[in-house]
């Protein structure tokens, strides 16, 4: 449902765009209501006096799951944009992906957040150089993954966009083209014949892991890994690319078989509450990415909004490993999860 407030504080095009998903967003209301199709299945007089919220993820220890999605244009929602939130994410021990439609120069994020935990996420260009500049100059700062996003060869068909024409005004700080672009311009740059070669190469370069973002089938999670990908997102965009595809809560479970703990697993879409966060870890999930939340936290007081609302997922969180009698974050396994019986 359309958040009023939100629609009032960016206007109706911009809600669309950052709101919206594609076609008639049944994946995007499905992303939500699929975590609420799990029901928890609590275990009682465990000992949760200490709760331990960190979990392993790339061969060390994060100290919580919550991950901040890459997400574009932050400088439309606040002008504080990308600093805001990867500052609220370094408050919080969160780590921050920043995107490559990002409205801050990635070193200007670095800058703004020294050493903090930040992951750099690439649309592969045609122009292939740029890329791997691109890579480079993230390695240089600091950046410590490469979140390569495999699910937008082309954009995704969004009619809500497509109805309010909205141009999104600030421009890219990544700019494949050299003069300034729109979204619709932007896209075109994207190179829709990368393929698994490609990904190969990707990670044989990248000098840091590679996690590919946006894989919904077993057979692709087994393809990133011999790819040579350290982990994968499983994701569908937030509901705005392809309509009717699986939310990340379904597809995770085959695909933590499929892989056999040869890869991390990150999901994302529809994580709202620490208790949704739980689900998935308890699924198979390492980490979750959280999205539009953090957008709208934002939205609303810049880098104390966006830390509002990652401070209360995590309460939520660790609050539930308590009423789950699951005191360490990286114990949860399918036994704290059944199919609900509402649905
Ligand atoms: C406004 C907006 C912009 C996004 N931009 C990007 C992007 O630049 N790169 C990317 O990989 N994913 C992008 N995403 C997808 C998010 O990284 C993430 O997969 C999704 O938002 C998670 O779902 P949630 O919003 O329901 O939490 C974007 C999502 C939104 C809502």
Partial sequence: MDDPEMVERLGEGAYGYFAGGAGDE????????SWSRLALLPQVLVDVGARDLSVPLLGSDLPHPII???????KHVHDDGE???ARAAAATDSTFVLSSQTTTSPPDVAAA???????????VFKDRQVSL?????AREHGYQSLVITVDFPVAGWRERDMRSGFQ???PLAINPGGEPLTTEELFAFHDPTLDWDDIAEFADTAGMPLLLKGILSPEDAQRAASAGAAGIVVSNHGGRQLDTVLSGADALPPIVDAVDGRIDLLVDGGIRRGWDVAKALALGADAVLVGRPLLWGLARDGQAGAEAVLRQLLDEFDSTLALLGCPRARDLDASYVTAAPWT
């Fill in 26 to 33: 049944i994946t995007l209301r499905d992303n939500e209501a």
């Fill in 68 to 74: 901040v999605a890459p997400m574009a244009y932050q």
């Fill in 83 to 85: 600093a805001a939130l």
């Fill in 113 to 123: 957040v020294p050493d903090a935990r930040q992951w750099f996420q690439l649309y």
């Fill in 133 to 137: 500049d691109l890579v480079a100059q």
């Fill in 168 to 170: 999104v005004e600030h």
